[in-house]
C-alpha cells in the first residue's frame, strides 16, 4: 500500500536541534512528529537504565515492532539520534543535522549532561557518526545534512524540507493517479 504522506526520520547527535526542527515542521505541514525517545519511555522500549550515561538503553526490536503500524500508514516526523534501524521501505528522507562543537557544548552543557555523555555526544558530532551511518543505512538521495546552528539556519533548513514535503506529495498523488488511471484501462483477463 502506497503512503499518502512522506516519513522522515530528523536525525543528529543529541544537541543539534533535532526536536525544535520536528516540531516546526510538524506545525507547518500535518505531519506527526514522533519523539523515539518519548516512546521509548511511555511504551517501555527499553532494556535498562543507563548510570554512567544518564540514559535508558533501548530495546530496538520492541521499538520497531511498537512504531510499524503507525509509521507504514505515513505522515511521520521521527525525531531521534540514529537512524539506521529503520527499515529503508519506511523512509522517504533522512534529515542529518550538524552544528559545530563550541554550539554542541553549550547547549548539552545547559542540559546538564554528565560530563562523559557529553564527551561522547562530542565526539560523535566530530567524527560524524550520526552522517556515516545514514550514509551507510540509506541510498545518497534521499539523506541530507544541514547545519543548525543559528535559529536563521534552523528557519531556512524548516523551509527547505517544507518545500521537499510539497514536492513529495505533488510528485506522489501524480504517481498515484496515473496508476489508477492505468488500472482502469487494462483490459481484464478472464
Given at each position: 500500500?502506497?503512503?499518502?504522506?512522506?516519513?522522515?526520520?530528523?536525525?543528529?547527535?543529541?544537541?543539534?536541534?533535532?526536536?525544535?526542527?520536528?516540531?516546526?515542521?510538524?506545525?507547518?505541514?500535518?505531519?506527526?512528529?514522533?519523539?523515539?525517545?518519548q516512546i521509548v519511555?511511555?511504551?517501555?522500549?527499553?532494556?535498562?537504565?543507563?548510570d554512567a550515561l544518564?540514559?535508558?538503553?533501548?530495546?530496538?526490536?520492541?521499538?520497531?515492532?511498537?512504531?510499524?503500524?503507525?509509521?507504514?500508514?505515513?505522515?511521520?516526523?521521527?525525531?531521534?539520534?540514529?537512524?539506521?534501524?529503520?527499515?529503508?521501505?519506511?523512509?522517504?528522507?533522512?534529515?542529518?543535522?550538524?552544528?559545530?562543537?563550541?554550539?554542541?557544548?553549550?547547549?548539552?552543557?545547559?542540559?546538564?549532561?554528565?560530563?562523559?555523555?557529553?564527551?561522547e555526544n562530542l565526539?560523535?558530532?566530530?567524527?560524524?557518526?550520526?552522517?556515516?551511518?545514514?550514509?551507510?543505512?540509506?541510498?545518497?538521495?534521499?539523506?541530507?545534512?544541514?547545519?543548525?546552528?543559528?535559529?536563521?539556519?534552523?528557519?531556512?533548513?524548516?523551509?527547505?524540507?517544507?518545500?521537499?514535503?510539497?514536492?513529495?506529495?505533488?510528485?506522489?498523488?501524480?504517481?498515484?493517479?496515473?496508476?489508477?488511471?492505468?488500472?482502469?484501462?487494462?483490459?481484464?483477463?478472464?
Amino acid at each position: 500500500m502506497a503512503r499518502n504522506q512522506p516519513n522522515i526520520i530528523m536525525t543528529g547527535t543529541p544537541g543539534v536541534g533535532k526536536t525544535s526542527h520536528a516540531e516546526l515542521l510538524a506545525q507547518s505541514t500535518g505531519l506527526k512528529h514522533l519523539s523515539i525517545n518519548q516512546i521509548v519511555k511511555e511504551r517501555s522500549c527499553h532494556e535498562r537504565w543507563d548510570d554512567a550515561l544518564q540514559t535508558w538503553i533501548v530495546d530496538e526490536d520492541k521499538l520497531l515492532d511498537v512504531i510499524e503500524d503507525e509509521v507504514k500508514v505515513g505522515g511521520y516526523i521521527i525525531d531521534w539520534h540514529a537512524c539506521d534501524l529503520f527499515p529503508r521501505n519506511w523512509i522517504d528522507l533522512i534529515v542529518v543535522l550538524r552544528t559545530d562543537s563550541a554550539n554542541l557544548y553549550d547547549r548539552l552543557k545547559s542540559r546538564g549532561y554528565p560530563e562523559a555523555k557529553l564527551q561522547e555526544n562530542l565526539d560523535s558530532e566530530i567524527m560524524e557518526v550520526v552522517a556515516e551511518e545514514a550514509r551507510e543505512a540509506y541510498d545518497e538521495e534521499c539523506i541530507v545534512e544541514l547545519w543548525s546552528r543559528t535559529v536563521e539556519e534552523m528557519e531556512g533548513n524548516v523551509e527547505r524540507i517544507e518545500q521537499w514535503i510539497q514536492n513529495w506529495r505533488t510528485d506522489n498523488q501524480e504517481h498515484r493517479e496515473s496508476g489508477s488511471a492505468n488500472e482502469k484501462k487494462s483490459p481484464t483477463s478472464g
